[in-house]
């Protein structure tokens, strides 16, 4: 989480929202936050094993907060080294699906809030429209500087110039997969079984990333 670079800069000219770095740092702290204290567990040991609840942690989400109020962009480079740091620990792939699902939840709510929408009925293609222009938000926000689209028929999101590929971790794209997944369930689209599907990922050697519905 320095300045100084972890990872060859992919885009170096590329900057992101800091509320991406915010919502990765909410997931590890949740994820380390304990339901329960046991009564044999020593906290005063624990505790500073949970790398979510240091204070190096809540440093730096005071510092994105304070980033993101004064509208300051994220770089590329940066974002990339914080992929990096979630890759290494074991429960890696919760902590991108949750960071997801928040951007694409926080998103939503701020949209119905700017535009007072009322939750109304809307045709099963406009929600699935308004689902993946949602998630390719945020596809952008984790992507800094990459081409994303939208496909219709069949309906998927296909993004080139993966930053989670660049940086060497694949499984940062499992955001973009929740987020997807979050959106379709906040529009009234039913879930599949083992939810949207990515079958082409750059982190794996394929020219682009896609994502589509399960089923």
């Avoid at 952008?140 to 590929?165: F, T």
């Amino acid at each position: 989480m320095s300045d100084s670079p972890s990872v060859q800069d992919p885009l170096p000219a590329a900057r992101t929202t800091p509320v991406v770095a915010l919502a990765l740092l909410e997931a590890l702290r949740s994820s380390d936050t304990p339901e329960e204290v046991l009564e044999e567990e020593d906290v005063q040991q624990s505790l500073p094993r949970r790398l979510g609840l240091s204070e190096v942690v809540g440093t730096q989400i005071r510092r994105y907060r304070d980033l993101k109020d004064r509208k300051v962009k994220l770089s590329a480079r940066e974002l990339a080294d914080l992929f990096v740091l979630v890759d290494r620990r074991p429960d890696a792939g919760d902590v991108f699906a949750r960071a997801g699902s928040w951007l694409v939840r926080r998103q939503l709510r701020e949209r119905r809030l700017r535009r007072g929408m009322a939750r109304v009925p809307l045709p099963h293609a406009l929600q699935r429209h308004l689902a993946f222009r949602a998630a390719r938000t945020v596809a952008r926000q984790v992507n800094p500087g990459a081409d994303v689209r939208i496909e219709r028929k069949p309906p998927a999101l296909v993004l080139e110039g993966s930053l989670p590929a660049a940086a060497g971790v694949p499984e940062a794209c499992r955001m973009v997969r929740a987020s997807l997944a979050t959106s379709l369930s906040l529009h009234g689209l039913e879930a599949t079984d083992g939810g949207p599907l990515h079958p082409l990922c750059e982190g794996r050697g394929d020219s682009c990333c896609l994502w589509r519905p399960g089923g």
